[in-house]
């Protein structure tokens, strides 16, 4: 069977994207940004919680206090890249649940009264939604570099408050020359995939 999805728009999202190291110098605008959310804020999440955060790093400052706190082998594609994003877990996205999922409020209260509840719901939705985010950066014809490599406790301390989590940070932009490695393996269906 075959996939409604053209092939063109496959390699883009998928056989052909790559995670870039590198980038032009071509800016990556608010506008671009804003699509990119209009898109992907419609990927599924668990009663609809949403707890995602992007911080747009853009100032010069800014990205002088991030790259401080990125492994050295980040460094420097955070310090060149167009635009870098943190993304964070809101681990008070229940407040927002009466309002996300009317079809049942009372999730707030009974399934995320608890913080570690909370916390661990909203690191599953919002990695969720950053692969969202990720594919949606490549919709937009951008290159993303997501990493993890990264001191959380530090970026937490200088960017967010104790409600946000920090997952990744992405570098955003036109891939530039020598961008990404070659294509790794990838496991076979049979590898993956169990019929019981």
Do not use: C, W
Not at 13 to 30: G, I, K, W, Y
Not at 84 to 101: G, K, M, R, Y
Not at 119 to 126: D, Q, V
Request: proline share 7%; aromatic share 8%; hydrophobic share 45%.
């Amino acid at each position: 069977m075959s996939l409604v999805l053209d092939a063109t728009a496959q390699d883009l999202l998928f056989r052909e994207a790559r995670t870039a190291n590198t980038f032009t110098d071509e800016p990556v605008t608010d506008e671009q940004v804003q699509a990119i959310y209009d898109l992907v804020k419609y990927g599924p999440t668990a009663f609809n919680q949403t707890p995602l955060r992007i911080t747009l790093v853009r100032s010069a400052e800014a990205r002088e206090r991030l790259v401080q706190h990125m492994a050295e082998g980040n460094q420097p594609k955070t310090a060149i890249a167009p635009l870098v994003a943190i993304l964070s877990a809101d681990n008070e996205f229940h407040q927002e649940l009466p309002t996300l999922f009317p079809a049942f409020p009372q999730a707030k209260d009974l399934f995320f009264s608890e913080r570690p509840a909370r916390e661990g719901a909203a690191a599953l939705n919002a990695a969720l939604q950053a692969a969202y985010f990720i594919i949606g950066i490549r919709a937009a014809g951008l290159a993303a570099g997501p990493m993890t490599g990264v001191d959380f406790e530090g970026v937490r301390k200088e960017f967010l408050d104790d409600d946000h989590t920090p997952l990744m940070v992405v570098n955003i932009g036109k891939p530039g020359e020598g961008a990404s490695y070659p294509r790794s393996p990838r496991l076979a269906y049979d590898e993956v995939v169990t019929t019981v």
